[in-house]
Nanobody, 121 residues
């Protein structure tokens, strides 16, 4: 019902910037919240940023002031603009959709395949 495809990852020096993109397809009602998670080496997946359908935005404390989440409705794309990158930002970044448990949605959560971000010191 929902497909998420991330792109934009790569290798960047500390202090640099990257913009990740997530192209979404499927049922809009199953994407009440869109956002980003990341998983560093040997770590569990953690929340990074999210945006509700009503426009509310949330950030993890670790990225607040450095990362910006946005969307382009016409392109059906969610972005994560990352600046002032640090080595600890190195992770696989995953696009995420939250259906809010709508009964027409097969799953509660949907995930993309991830895109690697590596920040060198």
């Amino acid at each position: 019902q929902v497909q998420l495809v991330e792109s934009g990852g790569g290798l960047v020096q500390a202090g640099g910037s990257l913009r990740l993109s997530c192209v979404a397809s499927g049922e809009p009602i199953c994407m009440s919240v869109m956002g980003w998670y990341r998983q560093g080496p040997g770590k569990e997946r953690e929340f990074v940023a999210s945006m509700t359908s009503g426009g509310s935005i949330y950030y993890a404390d670790s990225v607040k002031g450095r990362f910006t989440i946005s969307k382009d409705i016409a392109k059906k794309t969610v972005y994560l603009e990352m600046s002032s990158l640090k080595p600890e930002d190195t992770a696989v970044y995953y696009c995420h959709a939250d259906s809010g448990g709508h009964p027409s949605c097969y799953e509660y959560y949907y995930w993309g395949q991830g895109t690697q971000v590596t920040v060198s010191s």
